[in-house]
């Protein structure tokens, strides 16, 4: 009997042992993924922004904005497991009005492994499907940031633009991978008609025809072993010029930083998915290890213990 549970002993050792690699490079590829039914809501403060009120032609400073913005994924947006779809939008409000003053809205769809963007599910921005997506979206790769330069989608520009690492930092105690983004200023928009004298041409100056410029820098602090990020700085500036620059007007101005209690909450979020990228990448696969080779020994010492020794036949002297 001491002998069969060795064996039985030695072959659950053997099992367990083919566990682990099993869990490192399998089961955690399979398992560890963006999630398709996602729900999140951020809050980002400027403090001291200015912006050009539309209905009062005038320019405010010294104000405080907030921009909310609410991402939630689409269970029912593709068939497909492997992908993922998130519907984000973004509501920009005058704190000191309470008036807002800007919205945007839009649609990604992205491999929920790598976190690259994908062409497909009616991603758009602003309702534009022509929108050639590319890059990454609103998450790092998933339990692996690198320190090295990502293509990240940017909503205004309608493409990708490099994401560079910059460096180390600690947010609310947790190490992360700073990146920083700039976007020099670009003509994004035509405006067809604008008052001159809010451009410094003059009160008898009229209408005129404008181009709206667009700069950012945004800088992003991620938790590297989750991919997702949990503090925001962007650097947001828009203007207004006359084709042959001599008329210019500031239309936005505003430094938006997550607020602090969501960082801490994206913190804690960040943990708890880190606790699970390690139970299948590391503590798992080295607890299935260990525990096969204690019960191949154990259960090898059993076996040999338990063998019956041989008896002698008959006619056989011994000596």
């Known amino acids: 009997m001491p002998r069969s549970v060795g064996l039985v002993l030695v072959g659950v050792g053997a099992f367990v042992l083919a566990l682990a690699p099993l869990l490192r490079f399998y089961v955690a590829g399979q398992v560890i993924a963006a999630p398709r039914n996602y729900y999140q809501s951020t809050r980002l403060e400027a403090r001291n922004a200015s912006y050009f009120d539309p209905a009062e032609l005038k320019l405010r400073t010294g104000v405080t904005l907030m921009a909310r913005t609410n991402v939630r994924g689409d269970v029912e947006g593709v068939s497909d497991p492997k992908i993922a779809v998130w519907d984000s939008s973004t509501a920009i409000f005058d704190l000191d009005r309470n008036k807002p003053i800007e919205a945007q809205d839009y649609r990604i769809a992205f491999d929920r492994r790598t976190s690259r963007l994908v062409a497909c599910c009616g991603a758009h921005v602003s309702g534009d499907t022509s929108v050639r997506f590319s890059g990454y979206g609103l998450m790092f790769p998933v339990a692996g940031v690198r320190k090295r330069d990502y293509p990240f989608f940017d909503v205004t520009m309608r493409r990708a633009v490099p994401m560079r690492f910059a460096g180390e930092d600690r947010v ?15 003509k994004v928009a035509r405006v067809a008609s604008i008052p001159g004298r809010l451009l410094g041409l003059g009160a008898k100056s009229g209408n005129v025809e404008a181009d709206r410029y667009y700069s950012a820098k945004t800088t992003v602090w991620v938790d590297p072993r989750t991919g997702i990020p949990v503090k925001h700085l962007r650097a947001l500036r828009t203007t207004v010029r006359t084709p042959d620059g001599k008329g210019t007007l500031t239309t936005a101005s505003a430094d938006l ?55 002698p036949t008959a006619g056989t002297t011994l000596t």
Do not use: C, H, W
Request: aromatic share 4%.
């Open 257 to 311: 930083l997550t607020v602090d209690a969501d960082q801490r909450k994206l913190v804690d979020e960040a943990n708890r998915n880190a606790l699970m990228v390690g139970a299948l990448r590391t503590y798992g696969p080295v607890a299935a290890l260990g525990s096969g080779l204690i019960l191949l020994l154990a259960g090898g010492v059993i076996a040999v213990r338990g063998r019956t020794p041989a008896r």
């Open 172 to 186: 609310k105690g947790l190490k992360t991978y700073r990146f920083v983004q700039e976007i020099e200023p670009a």
